[in-house]
């Protein structure tokens, strides 16, 4: 009863209430409560990450498999724990030994992608190596990437994403909240950790490989998902720190410095990313990858940057958005 009352103060956005709601009911040590606790605190209060992690971890040890699986997440993520593969790889074991089904799944993809018999002998080695990338242009600095994921990997980031996708935002320049823009009206969704899997956190930990940044520096991984007609019009990815709602996300969070995107799909016409000032239009193959910094060598904005996302004229597009700041986030 409590835990579903919880849920419903969730859905109606009392979020305060819910948690209080959930640590009464997991004050006894009901594995249940102590799962439903730790899920909603990563996901509707994350000032309280540290609680929902630990509250996670009670749970598995008392036999929750979806607990395992979260906490099998954010060891691979280096999130509240240190980053450790073969610790992860556990706890997904252990997911799955109490019969969590996704965890089972994510095992048969994972031996299956990586050609081992068993979870503990996946070999991760070549693929935590940079892969090899193709300068574009020197200014602004864009590189593409053939093959940087398998086309396996992309079909199951666009089903982590698809049943989560919305109306996209930017970012309002005044006060640095979510805002909706004519210019911009494809769909897309934040695919923070406790929607994501292993599976999005090694192409993560790729892409760290790629750009010799490491993922506390990256945002919340974006799917993108673009319809026949929508687009995001000619702009900026960086930060303009003359606007006052942008300058304090610069000083909370850091300046966006980088851009990843990766090709998830294909079967559309026309949806390429340009670069109008530099004449440079790309449109990748389903696994390679696009990547441009959006701040000149000395750390300044690159105004020749600007960069549109082109609406496709028949079939959808799927990338994945992955923005890099300056400090971690």
């Given at each position: 009863?409590?835990?579903?009352a919880?849920?419903?103060?969730e859905?109606?956005?009392?979020?305060?209430?819910?948690?209080?709601?959930?640590?009464?009911?997991?004050?006894?040590?009901?594995?249940?409560?102590?799962?439903a606790?730790?899920?909603?605190?990563?996901?509707?209060?994350?000032?309280?990450?540290?609680?929902?992690?630990?509250?996670?971890?009670?749970?598995?040890?008392?036999?929750?498999?979806?607990?395992?699986?979260?906490?099998?997440?954010?060891?691979?993520?280096?999130?509240?724990?240190?980053?450790?593969?073969?610790?992860?790889f556990?706890?997904?074991?252990?997911?799955?030994?109490?019969?969590?089904?996704?965890?089972?799944?994510?095992?048969?993809?994972?031996?299956?992608?990586?050609?081992?018999?068993?979870?503990?002998?996946?070999?991760l080695?070549?693929?935590?190596?940079?892969p090899?990338?193709?300068?574009?242009?020197?200014?602004?600095?864009?590189?593409?990437?053939?093959?940087?994921?398998?086309?396996?990997?992309?079909?199951?980031?666009?089903?982590?994403?698809?049943?989560?996708?919305?109306?996209?935002?930017?970012?309002?320049?005044?006060?640095g909240?979510?805002?909706?823009?004519?210019?911009?009206?494809?769909?897309?969704?934040?695919?923070?950790?406790?929607?994501?899997?292993?599976?999005?956190?090694?192409?993560?930990?790729?892409i760290?490989?790629?750009?010799?940044?490491?993922?506390p520096?990256?945002?919340?991984?974006?799917?993108?998902?673009?319809?026949p007609?929508?687009?995001?019009?000619p702009?900026?990815?960086?930060l303009?720190?003359?606007?006052?709602?942008?300058?304090?996300?610069?000083?909370?969070?850091?300046?966006?410095?980088?851009?990843?995107?990766?090709?998830?799909?294909?079967?559309?016409?026309?949806?390429?990313?340009?670069?109008?000032?530099?004449?440079v239009?790309?449109?990748?193959?389903?696994?390679?990858?696009?990547?441009?910094?959006?701040?000149?060598?000395?750390?300044?904005?690159?105004?020749?940057?600007?960069?549109?996302?082109?609406?496709?004229?028949?079939?959808?597009?799927?990338?994945?958005?992955?923005?890099?700041?300056?400090?971690?986030?």
């Open positions: 009863m409590q835990l579903d919880a849920r419903g103060l859905a109606a956005g009392r979020a305060a209430e819910a948690t209080d709601l959930l640590r009464r009911a997991a004050a006894s040590g009901h594995v249940a409560a102590l799962a606790l730790g899920k909603h605190l990563l996901i509707h209060r994350p000032d309280c990450a540290r609680e929902g992690l630990d509250a996670l971890s009670a749970a598995a040890q008392g036999g929750n498999g979806e607990s395992a699986y979260l906490l099998a997440v954010f060891i691979a993520e280096g999130v509240g724990f240190p980053q450790n593969w073969q610790v992860a556990a706890a997904l074991q252990h997911a799955a030994e109490l019969k969590w089904l996704p965890a089972q799944r994510e095992i048969e993809f994972l031996t299956s992608e990586f050609k081992a018999t068993r979870l503990q002998d996946v070999d080695s070549r693929w935590l190596q940079a090899p990338a193709h300068l574009l242009s020197s200014a602004p600095r864009i590189f593409a990437v053939k093959n940087f994921a398998s086309p396996r990997m992309c079909d199951r980031l666009i089903d982590l994403a698809r049943p989560r996708l919305k109306a996209a935002q930017t970012f309002d320049p005044e006060t909240a979510g805002q909706y823009e004519n210019s911009r009206n494809n769909s897309d969704c934040h695919l923070i950790l406790p929607y994501s899997d292993l599976v999005l956190a090694l192409v993560r930990a790729r760290a490989a790629l750009i010799q940044m490491p993922p520096f990256f945002e919340p991984p974006t799917m993108l998902h673009y319809k007609g929508e687009t995001f019009s702009h900026y990815d960086f303009d720190d003359t606007k006052p709602g942008l300058s304090k996300e610069i000083a909370q969070n850091g300046q966006r410095v980088l851009t990843f995107l990766l090709y998830l799909n294909e079967g559309f016409e026309g949806g390429e990313t340009e670069f109008p000032l530099v004449g239009r790309y449109k990748g193959n389903k696994g390679d990858a696009l990547c441009f910094w959006n701040v000149a060598q000395d750390g300044s904005p690159d105004r020749r940057a600007l960069h549109a996302g082109l609406p496709p004229i028949r079939g959808e597009k799927w990338l994945l958005s992955q923005w890099v700041r300056n400090i971690p986030m």
